[in-house]
């Protein structure tokens, strides 16, 4: 089979699909991988890393959509990507066709085939494609936080976690899955007090477990409301696999938070949790609604494209060696990942959109 690796053109996402050495078990099966010339740069593989590999190098995307017959990206295809996809190919990334209604009408109107990263689930429901990236950007949701409660960043100029003599700032997470505990503990490692919003029992149990200083709370409306008021840093990490996120953080809400507070929405991806949710890229990150500072960025890994290319290539290596194969429909997991088959929008979360 012949496999493209595109360079990823939505704003500064600097990902790979694949890394260099994950190119070298493809090759060994017998397959041709292409490179679009560039494509791994920013994530530290040149492109003759990628040459030793077996790996083809060609000069632009026109030449790689022409001659690949399965794609695989990061990010979903932007709309000057679209004209270079064709009905017989298949299209191997994160879609997060749920907050992408145009996206998900273009591609079932070029009659592809293509399996989203994001809704590949394991036997127990987890979704091992998505794990890393999530922790990721559950991470780097208390990074940027804590960036945007600075004051001269517009925020109202509290340390998160305080010291000695100081009140500990106050960070409430919605959801308790990989990027809520990812971010829960990173935040109670630099000393917040950190409250955790959930419905499952179980990850409301682990999440407690990772650090004294993390409360778990069933999601109620009223406590999360409460709880929401008094929060310096409020991180959305709710997902209901395939479909929209839910709306957890109304405008009522935000609107009694104490100015220079921070949302962060990791979220965005499937349409955010937060009800003031918009859409951003890393060239202009934050905006501001009734004075609390919103980031919304929908690509958060994209800004550690070395360490997120390594652990995603190291995710999707297995899918994607069954991929591959001519019975790839007949894997369990795979099935799970197939979003539009055939032109034709397949998941059950998404037969609305189409």
Same mark, same amino acid.
């Given at each position: 089979?012949?496999?493209?690796? $595109?360079?990823?053109?939505?704003?500064?996402?600097?990902?790979? &699909?694949?890394?260099?050495?994950?190119?070298?078990?493809?090759?060994?099966? *017998?397959?041709?991988?292409?490179?679009?010339?560039?494509? &791994?740069?920013? !994530?530290?593989?040149?492109?003759?890393?990628?040459?030793?590999?077996?790996?083809?190098? %060609?000069?632009?995307?026109?030449?790689?959509?022409?001659?690949?017959?399965?794609?695989?990206?990061?990010?979903?295809?932007?709309?000057?990507?679209?004209?270079?996809?064709?009905?017989?190919?298949?299209?191997?990334?994160?879609?997060?066709?749920?907050?992408?209604?145009?996206?998900?009408?273009?591609?079932?109107? +070029? &009659?592809?085939?293509?399996?989203?990263?994001?809704?590949?689930?394991?036997?127990?429901?987890?979704? $091992?494609?998505?794990? $890393?990236? !999530?922790?990721?950007?559950?991470?780097?949701?208390?990074?940027? &936080? !804590?960036?945007?409660?600075?004051?001269?960043?517009?925020?109202?100029?509290?340390? /998160? =976690?305080?010291?000695?003599?100081?009140?500990?700032?106050?960070? %409430?997470?919605?959801?308790?899955?990989?990027? *809520?505990?990812?971010?829960?503990?990173?935040?109670?490692?630099?000393?917040?007090?950190? %409250?955790?919003?959930?419905?499952?029992?179980?990850?409301? #149990?682990?999440?407690?477990?990772?650090?004294?200083?993390?409360?778990?709370?069933?999601?109620?409306?009223?406590? /999360?409301? #409460?709880?929401? #008021?008094?929060?310096?840093?409020? +991180? *959305?990490?709710?997902?209901? @696999?395939?479909?929209?996120?839910?709306?957890?953080? @109304?405008?009522?809400?935000?609107?009694?938070?104490?100015?220079?507070? %921070?949302?962060?929405?990791? !979220?965005?991806?499937? =349409?955010?949790?937060?009800?003031?949710?918009?859409?951003?890229?890393?060239?202009?990150?934050?905006?501001?609604?009734?004075?609390?500072?919103?980031?919304?960025?929908?690509?958060?890994?994209?800004?550690?494209?070395?360490?997120?290319?390594?652990?995603?290539?190291?995710?999707?290596?297995?899918?994607?060696?069954?991929?591959?194969?001519?019975?790839?429909?007949?894997?369990?997991?795979?099935?799970? *990942?197939?979003?539009?088959?055939?032109?034709?929008?397949?998941?059950?979360?998404?037969?609305?959109?189409?």
């Amino acid at each position: 089979m012949r496999i493209g690796i $595109p360079k990823e053109v939505k704003t500064l996402e600097a990902r790979v &699909g694949l890394i260099a050495p994950a190119c070298s078990a493809l090759v060994a099966q *017998g397959h041709e991988v292409f490179l679009e010339m560039g494509a &791994g740069l920013a !994530s530290g593989y040149p492109d003759t890393d990628y040459i030793r590999q077996g790996v083809q190098i %060609v000069p632009d995307a026109q030449s790689l959509y022409m001659i690949s017959e399965l794609i695989v990206k990061v990010k979903e295809p932007q709309p000057q990507e679209w004209p270079l996809l064709r009905a017989e190919q298949r299209l191997f990334c994160y879609l997060h066709l749920a907050a992408e209604p145009d996206l998900s009408r273009a591609l079932c109107d +070029i &009659g592809l085939t293509a399996v989203a990263f994001e809704t590949i689930s394991a036997q127990d429901g987890s979704l $091992p494609l998505l794990l $890393p990236m !999530s922790q990721i950007a559950g991470k780097l949701a208390v990074h940027h &936080g !804590s960036y945007y409660l600075q004051a001269q960043n517009g925020g109202k100029g509290c340390l /998160l =976690g305080g010291l000695a003599g100081t009140q500990r700032s106050r960070v %409430v997470v919605l959801g308790a899955g990989a990027a *809520g505990q990812a971010a829960s503990s990173l935040a109670a490692a630099m000393g917040a007090d950190v %409250v955790v919003f959930d419905k499952r029992q179980e990850r409301l #149990q682990q999440t407690r477990d990772i650090a004294p200083n993390i409360t778990t709370l069933y999601a109620y409306p009223d406590t /999360l409301a #409460q709880q929401i #008021q008094q929060a310096d840093l409020v +991180i *959305g990490a709710v997902l209901v @696999t395939g479909a929209r996120a839910p709306q957890l953080l @109304t405008r009522e809400m935000l609107s009694v938070m104490e100015a220079g507070s %921070v949302l962060v929405d990791i !979220s965005v991806d499937q =349409g955010g949790c937060f009800e003031t949710t918009r859409p951003t890229t890393y060239a202009d990150p934050v905006y501001q609604e009734q004075g609390i500072t919103h980031f919304a960025v929908t690509n958060m890994p994209g800004a550690v494209p070395k360490t997120a290319s390594q652990a995603l290539s190291a995710a999707i290596l297995p899918s994607l060696l069954q991929l591959t194969q001519d019975d790839w429909q007949q894997n369990p997991m795979l099935k799970t *990942g197939i979003n539009i088959h055939a032109g034709q929008c397949v998941h059950p979360a998404l037969l609305s959109l189409t």
